[in-house]
């Protein structure tokens, strides 16, 4: 599958978290230290195809281009403060930050969360997930990503988190790890630990860290 990446990135993310995050269903994007793209992993363009130009322009997501163009001027200065406490992450191992964002289109409400894994002063990666929730019983929204418990419930009740970003495992596809904040902020009661692909190569893997 098709990825892009710029040869300072290739050699500040390391070969196996590469190849991690190439195989790894969720959007990925990398910035290096001038905030600039220098990583979009091959579920990203897969999600450029779906939805490209239509809600975003895909001609400003190329390797060189500043994130913060793609970014309303708004929200510039949030996402600013929170790319750089990424790149100045004294200890990146430790380091956790995400947040929810929304990206609809006319079809769909839809939302995502974004988790930052530091690479050092050099930059960073972010992983971009569905985030799944009931649905506003006041508000129904057409499209809305609605929580649907069987689709994270083995059919023994089991319920598998990341222990380390918290995202929840898909059980019809196991690839797949979404966020679900009712569970975050309330766990269910037979809920397993394990590692997702990110977490388990930037925590436990990654040479990078050493
Ligand atoms: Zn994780």
New binding site residues.
Partial sequence: MHHSITPQFEALIGASRLDSLNSHPSSVYGLDSGLEISYLNPAWFKFAEENGNKNFSVNEWSLGKPVLDSIPDLLKSFYTELFESALNAKDPSIFSRHLQYECSSSELYRRFSM?LYPLGKDGFVTVHSLLVEEPYLTLPREGLIALDENQYIDINGIVRQ??????IQSIKNKER?DWIPKWVNEPVSNTSHG??P??LHHYYLSKALL
């Fill in positions: 988790h990341c222990a380390n970003c918290r995202r790890w590692i997702c990110p977490c």
